[in-house]
């Protein structure tokens, strides 16, 4: 039965001249199938250089969005439209405008997880992955940072000389991860490298060994000596981590699971594919506006 739906969502995809594109959470069968599985920094950057006519994003709304913004004459296509990221749509927008106006020498720094108009009131986005080189490489003293609260100071430490005024929105998958549980499984692996999100709190990035995007945790993985690895992300990465290095062994925090992400399945997948729905739609506006600050970002690269 699985096999069927693997077979048929290859054959429609020929078919389509589509590409899967697939983020690092995603359903272990979900991950199985991608043509590219990153983070969402390396899934804007294989949407702009990929020559598929329709890509589809199994992923959450603001990197289909991303996606959709960088490539306007793609398809791009979510399998659940209602796979929403909580915090990306913790902006207010008339706020953002007032703290704006209060701040008229600060530049906007917007998190990719935010909304398209979120992104055409910032000067630069920027993803976990190069949070920290975004910032440094800002003109400005004073920088609006939008909206995790958790990578916000997570920067700020790392570049003490700008002001950093911090939106106060959480992941709530990430915020939930308690430094006890942690603690916990150091004390049970003492010998266990600690890898955690920056979305995480600043007490559990504190007591980490490395705090780092999702493919950042991939590529360390790969390279470090270290045979064992507590996660303090989404819990599905291990299933990427195990697979490509099954030799080690991975600690996940059992409950950090992200609902959005676990809306894409393989039936969803296959009737995307069928269907060629739904579609990411945007208004030109806002596209040719959230481009700018997608489009600086993307000139800066990642720094993991
Ligand atoms: P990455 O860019 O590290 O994959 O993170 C995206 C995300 O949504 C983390 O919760
Ligand atoms: Fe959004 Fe958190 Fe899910 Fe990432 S893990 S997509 S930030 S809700």
């Not at 002001?163 to 959480?170: K, L, N, R, S, V």
């Not at 991860?177 to 003492?190: N, T, V, Y």
């Not at 990035?205 to 999702?214: G, H, M, N, V």
């Not at 009737?271 to 489009?295: F, G, H, R, V, Y």
Request: charged share 30%.
């Amino acid at each position: 039965m699985k096999n069927d739906i693997i077979k048929k969502i290859q054959d429609l995809k020929l078919k389509n001249n589509a590409v899967i594109l697939v983020h690092n959470y995603q359903l272990p069968e979900v991950q199985d199938i991608a043509d590219f599985l990153g983070d969402s920094l390396d899934l804007a950057k294989k949407a702009q250089n990929t020559d598929a006519e329709t890509i589809i994003f199994c992923g959450v709304d603001f990197m289909a969005e991303s996606a959709k913004i960088l490539n306007p004459d793609k398809n791009v296509i979510i399998p659940d439209i209602t796979a929403q990221c909580p915090m990306a749509n913790m902006v207010n927008i008339p706020n953002l405008l007032k703290l704006k106006k209060e701040h008229p020498d600060a530049e906007v720094v917007a998190y990719i997880n935010t909304t398209a108009e979120a992104k055409t009131h910032s000067d630069i986005c920027c993803t976990s992955a190069n949070g920290v080189k975004v910032v440094k490489s800002l003109s400005s003293k004073k920088i609006i940072f939008i909206p995790d609260q958790n990578l916000g100071a997570y920067i700020q430490k790392q570049v003490p000389d700008k002001e950093m005024i911090i939106w106060p929105g959480i992941c709530l998958t990430h915020h939930k991860i308690r430094k006890q549980d942690i603690l916990k499984l150091k004390k049970e692996h003492p010998k266990a490298e600690v890898l955690v999100h920056p979305e995480c709190k600043p007490e559990v990035i504190y007591i980490a060994d490395y705090a780092f995007s999702t493919n950042g945790m991939i590529n360390h993985v790969k390279e470090s000596d270290a045979k064992k690895f507590i996660i303090g992300t989404e819990k599905e990465i291990c299933y990427r981590l195990k697979k490509e290095n099954p030799k080690k062994e991975f600690y996940p925090i059992k409950y950090a699971i992200c609902p959005n992400m676990k809306k894409i399945t393989l039936d969803k997948v296959l009737k995307s594919l069928e269907t060629l729905e739904p579609k990411i739609k945007l208004s030109d506006e806002i596209m040719q506006n959230a481009k700018k600050p997608l489009q600086r970002m993307m000139d800066i690269g990642r720094i993991d």
